[in-house]
């Protein structure tokens, strides 16, 4: 069974700091893997979908690195702001049961202090 | 954004009731997907629909039952509610025509009394 964690489960860093986020998995055959955003009260943004032939994907001010090899995900936050203050919450999608499946990490709470 | 409306957003209702939330898409997706989403056990699937009238159960799928009768509507349905199904509901939808990203909607808060 495929088990994803993320660490830390919060973290707290000044506005204007580059960070980075950990998400790693246990079974290495994946499709892809995609990171998510959530704030409060809301529901999951999709932030960036890496697939399984890629290493990385870029959008804005994010950066999203796959080493499958390793089971290791980063998500790479650069000059944070106080609006990236969230929940990110990556997931690996895998061949599971004959189906395709997600399983989801339990998300890192960031916050980024004026 | 899919196009994805969930309804209700909000609802509270009593031990024993039946409830039934609806997820509806716009885009003509094949997949839909129920999750739930609780304090320290995160995102868990319930069912998921891969066309029409044909579902499957996902890792907690005691107590729930769903239904597709067309592309755009996938229903989830508690048929005697508990407290322990107090929680926010996911909907989502996979686009295999974007790389199979996934996409949700913004929840239905459940409470049960």
């Known amino acids: 069974k495929q088990e994803v964690t993320q660490i830390p489960a919060a973290l707290s860093v000044p506005e204007g700091e580059n960070l980075v986020l950990n998400c790693s998995f246990t079974d290495s055959a994946i499709y892809n893997l995609q990171w998510f955003r959530q704030d409060p009260g809301k529901g999951l943004t999709s932030l960036l979908l890496?697939?399984?032939?890629?290493r990385e994907q870029t959008s804005g001010r994010l950066n999203a690195s796959l080493d499958k090899s390793s089971g290791r995900s980063t998500l790479y936050i650069a000059a944070s702001q106080p609006g990236d203050s969230a929940t990110y919450l990556c997931a690996v999608a895998y061949s599971g049961a004959g189906s395709y499946q997600l399983t989801f990490g339990k998300g890192t709470k960031l916050s980024v202090i004026p | 954004d899919a196009g994805i409306t969930q309804s209700p957003r909000h609802k509270v209702t009593e031990t024993g009731t039946p409830v039934t939330l609806r997820c509806h898409q716009t885009e003509n997706h094949r997949y839909m997907y129920w999750y739930r989403q609780d304090p320290g056990h995160g995102l868990r699937l319930i069912h998921y629909?891969?066309?029409?009238?044909?579902?499957d159960k996902g890792e907690v799928s005691d107590g729930y039952s769903v239904s597709r009768s067309k592309t755009e509507d996938f229903l989830l349905t508690l048929e005697s509610a508990t407290s322990s199904q107090t929680s926010v509901y996911f909907c989502a939808i996979r686009n295999d025509s974007a790389g199979n990203t996934i996409y949700f909607g913004e929840g239905s808060w459940l409470t049960v009394v």
């Open positions: 890496i697939q399984s032939s890629q």
């Open positions: 629909s891969y066309g029409v009238k044909d579902t």
